[in-house]
């Protein structure tokens, strides 16, 4: 016969081989996890054949000399339920969710000799209908066993892409959770049973003298699996999108795990500053907000705990990149509120939320200092912008000290792009034209820059974007130039030939990078055009960009009656191909309905406008 500590060594090594899969070779990626199929096919075996003639003692029964069959019958039940299970989601870590899923609808519809897996009636109040005290100490040693297999079939049906059965699922896990606690709140000397109970071999060393690390993770404990199944949930509300409720799951997992101390510090700072993001989107700022705050409290606790691991830049630290990935979701969280101030200032609005909207999301962590360091209400004039936006350039400097452009380019050049973001929101509280307009040069500098560093080759699309970005930022530069040159025109001022030279430029710049942009969508040689058709994410940009280039080119102040007409020519013929591309495809029409009737106008005035030209020049 099998001793209980020969069936808990199985299941102790099949859940050390699960632990190690991360070291699988990559050419055999489940070699783990198949050895350990092998040993929980071999423990169920055992369970399933022999019925373990010991009965399981746990700390609740004491120990008995004499083993109630009842009590036997359901622990040798419990035990195979549970290596079923865990066989199951083997299946679905190998990528056998079908399997998987099968597996468990298998054993959530059999009889299970007398496991209520359904949980029971419940009162009107939602509480459990217990009899009596014997059939509480039931469901609770069943309590574990019954979220696992909830979470794991939640688990499965996300695999499958059927989210509104994992989130009923996992809200069946939920309320058997739940149901435990009230159980064990009624009854002091009650406790749940966990992995140690049915196996205790496989938590507890066979020799004393080994050491308690050795032994694996206990999987079975019931806070550590509702904590799961909290994740859980906010990933399969994410999945079917429901963002409201995912993010509200993913806030009480991250509140269980600093209530259960059961987190990696810098991990969770992570994870916390993630979910602001949600709440930037839904212009929550004030949770938003603390959001970050508690991350970089939990986060200055990793580097309090190995000050070393910061000390040397290091691209293949996780706590460095995790570091860096915070000061990113503060920068998106100033550039974001430098936004909503922005809009609120143009619309002449008020922001109606007051300090009672900023809820404590965490209230264990203490993050008072960080708080004081950027504000979560919108800039109502330039000095506050520019607090804002200084805090998002130091954590810029920051994340682009571990985002370098050798080593994570797409990264890097997305901070660069932020940078120009943050600019571009603070030029709209400044009133003073020249320094708008070196705030605009700012952007065109560092947008250039880094366009010159990337690889038009490798990095086409993240190219197409900046160099449609350098575009407008030129165009909005050419705004101010030719504002100053109409006021001077206005007042009776001759302007000076340096600045018609200098806007002329800053024009014949913008047109170039908007003919570069269209030309990275053209046909290789010998054709050389345009495709017939765009393709729909297409569409709009490259239309847009020749609609740019054919304004810019048409108010060009340019010396010379050819020049002007070269360019109210060269707007004609863009403008028309915009113009018949959209005649040609009906959804061009759609996309660019903002701008096509300006189009068609433009075309129509073009030889009022030629005519203008030769008459001023004649």
Not at 337 to 357: G, I
Not at 373 to 400: C, D, G, M
Not at 537 to 558: G, Y
């Amino acid at each position: 016969p099998t001793s209980d500590a020969d069936l808990g060594d199985l299941v102790s090594r099949a859940l050390r081989l699960e632990e190690s899969s991360a070291d699988d070779p990559e050419d055999q990626p489940y070699k783990s996890r198949y050895e350990a199929r092998k040993l929980l096919n071999e423990a169920i075996s055992i369970v399933d054949a022999e019925g373990l003639s010991s009965a399981v003692q746990t700390k609740a029964e004491g120990d008995s000399s004499s083993p109630d069959p009842e009590f036997e019958s359901h622990s040798r039940q419990l035990r195979l339920l549970w290596l079923k299970v865990r066989l199951a989601s083997n299946y679905l870590e190998t990528d056998e969710a079908s399997e998987g899923y099968r597996m468990l609808t298998a054993l959530l519809e059999a009889d299970n000799e007398g496991l209520q897996l359904n949980d029971g009636g419940t009162d009107q109040s939602g509480e459990v209908v217990v009899a009596d005290s014997s059939s509480a100490n039931r469901y609770l040693r069943e309590a574990a066993v019954k979220v696992q297999l909830y979470n794991w079939l939640g688990c499965a049906c996300c695999h499958l892409n059927r989210h509104a059965d994992a989130i009923e699922f996992l809200q069946q896990a939920e309320a058997a959770f739940l149901r435990a606690k009230r159980l064990l709140a009624a009854d002091e000397s009650a406790r749940a049973w966990d992995l140690s109970d049915l196996f205790p071999s496989a938590v507890k060393p066979a020799n004393e003298k080994e050491e308690a690390a050795s032994a694996p993770a206990d999987s079975c404990s019931l806070e550590s699996l509702h904590t799961k199944t909290l994740f859980y949930l906010a990933q399969a509300f994410g999945k079917a999108d429901r963002p409201a409720d995912s993010a509200r799951y993913c806030q009480m997992t991250l509140n269980r795990q600093l209530a259960l101390s059961d987190y990696a510090a810098s991990e969770w700072a992570v994870n916390c500053a993630a979910l602001s993001q949600y709440y930037l989107g839904v212009r929550d700022f004030a949770r938003a907000h603390r959001c970050l705050c508690a991350a970089s409290a939990v986060l200055a606790e990793a580097e309090a705990a190995n000050p070393e691991a910061f000390a040397a830049h290091d691209p293949d630290s996780e706590l460095q990149h995790n570091r860096a990935s915070i000061s990113r979701c503060w920068v998106k969280y100033a550039i974001a509120l430098l936004e909503y101030s922005r809009d609120l200032a143009q619309h002449q609005l008020e922001d109606c939320r007051s300090e009672a909207d900023y809820e404590d999301l965490f209230p264990s962590v203490e993050a008072g200092h960080h708080a004081d360091k950027v504000a979560y209400v919108p800039a109502v004039n330039f000095e506050q912008a520019r607090a804002i936006f200084l805090f998002a350039q130091r954590h810029l400097t920051s994340a682009k000290d571990f985002f370098r452009l050798d080593e994570h380019c797409t990264d890097h050049a997305e901070l660069v792009r932020d940078h120009s973001r943050a600019f571009l929101h603070l030029l709209q509280f400044e009133l003073d034209s020249d320094r708008r307009a070196r705030m605009h040069k700012r952007r065109a500098d560092m947008l250039r820059e880094l366009l010159s560093q990337l690889s038009q080759q490798y990095y086409l699309l993240l190219c197409r974007q900046i160099r449609f970005e350098l575009g407008e930022t030129l165009v909005d530069l050419l705004d101010i130039k030719l504002s100053a040159l109409e006021s001077q025109a206005a007042a009776g001022q001759t302007p000076s030939p340096a600045a018609v030279a200098k806007a002329n430029a800053i024009g014949r710049d913008a047109v170039t990078q908007f003919d570069l942009f269209v030309d990275s969508f053209r046909l290789p040689p010998p054709e050389s055009r345009l495709p017939d058709r765009l393709e729909a994410l297409d569409t709009r940009p490259v239309l847009l960009a020749l609609f740019h280039s054919a304004r810019v080119s048409a108010r060009l102040p340019e010396p010379s009656r050819d020049r002007r007409l070269a360019n109210l020519r060269r707007a004609e013929a863009n403008y028309r191909q915009v113009s018949e591309y959209c005649e040609r495809v009906p959804e061009a029409a759609s996309v660019m309905s903002p701008e096509l009737d300006l189009i068609r106008d433009m075309l129509a005035l073009m030889p009022v406008k030629v005519q203008t030209v030769m008459d001023k020049f004649a």
